[in-house]
């Protein structure tokens, strides 16, 4: 078990990827494997803003649950464009992505912007699900445990609780190409997060981390063994029902 007491999640971030029709199709079919069997694992599913109704229903009365992809800050009011905590919890989330490198870099959002919508996330009633990681050159220089300390310390608000928070480690270079570090490399950030989270807070010991980045049915039971490794973020494999689920069975194994 990766971590004695704590249950797996692996939660399948769709990104900016899907149609309505195969939002359903998707939902459907991991639904009915979800129904055939009792996995050890917490699943989590995230799909882009327009679909979330449509897998809202999709899920209802599964033991799968519903996530965004990002939030913003405020509770309601003049912000074309986006949306809030609050709109996520009303169709049915329960938790939301927010700090994805892809956020940091596209949008340019920094670690305190990501506190601030963790705050208003949790505040809204959802789980926070924090990403962090590295880039290629950052880990190159020797740099990946401070770059991922210092937005641990910054992306997770002073006072939030612990009890709402998941944190991502995703490796930049790691995700979408098929690469991922060695699961030493995996072992010692996951023990470097927890040790960080404990330091501030007792609850530290139980926060799920995941690791995300190139997470496949192949790999997914090697690196959810990883000691502190309790599940994956999912992205390019959780757009087929197959290999998510092949992942959740990764998963399960080291959670039995
Ligand atoms: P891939 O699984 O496609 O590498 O993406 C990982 C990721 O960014 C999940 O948030």
């Given at each position: 078990m990766s971590t004695p007491g704590i249950?797996?999640?692996v939660a399948g971030n769709w990104k900016m990827n899907g149609?309505?029709?195969?939002?359903r199709k998707l939902v459907a079919d991991l639904v009915a494997r979800a129904a055939g069997s009792e996995l050890p694992v917490d699943l989590l599913v995230c799909p882009p803003f327009p679909y979330l109704s449509v897998v809202a229903d999709a899920l209802s009365g599964s033991s799968l649950s519903l996530g965004g992809q990002d939030c913003h800050t405020a509770a309601a009011g003049a912000h074309t464009g986006d949306v809030a905590a609050a709109m996520l919890r009303d169709l049915g989330a329960g938790a939301v992505i927010l700090g994805h490198s892809?956020?940091?870099?596209d949008h340019g959002e920094s670690s305190g912007l990501v506190a601030a919508k963790a705050k208003a996330a949790v505040a809204a009633g959802l789980t926070a699900?924090?990403?962090v990681g590295e880039t290629e050159a950052q880990r190159n220089a020797g740099d990946a445990e401070?770059?991922?300390?210092?937005?641990?310390?910054?992306?997770i608000p002073s006072g939030i609780g612990?009890?709402?928070i998941v944190v991502a480690y995703e490796p930049v270079w790691a995700i979408g190409t098929?690469?991922?570090?060695?699961?030493?490399?995996?072992a010692a950030m996951h023990r470097h997060i927890r040790a960080l989270l404990t330091a501030r807070d007792p609850l530290g010991a139980v926060v799920r981390i995941l690791y995300g980045g190139s997470v496949k049915p192949g790999n997914a039971a090697e690196l959810m063994a990883v000691p502190e490794v309790n599940g994956a973020l999912v992205g390019g494999a959780s757009?087929?029902?197959?290999d998510f689920w092949g992942i959740a069975e990764g998963a399960a194994k080291s959670a039995s």
């Open positions: 249950r797996p999640l149609s309505r029709d195969m939002a892809e956020r940091r870099a699900l924090v990403c401070k770059i991922v300390e210092n937005q641990i310390v910054e992306s612990f009890a709402d098929g690469r991922t570090p060695t699961v030493a490399d995996v757009l087929k029902a197959e």
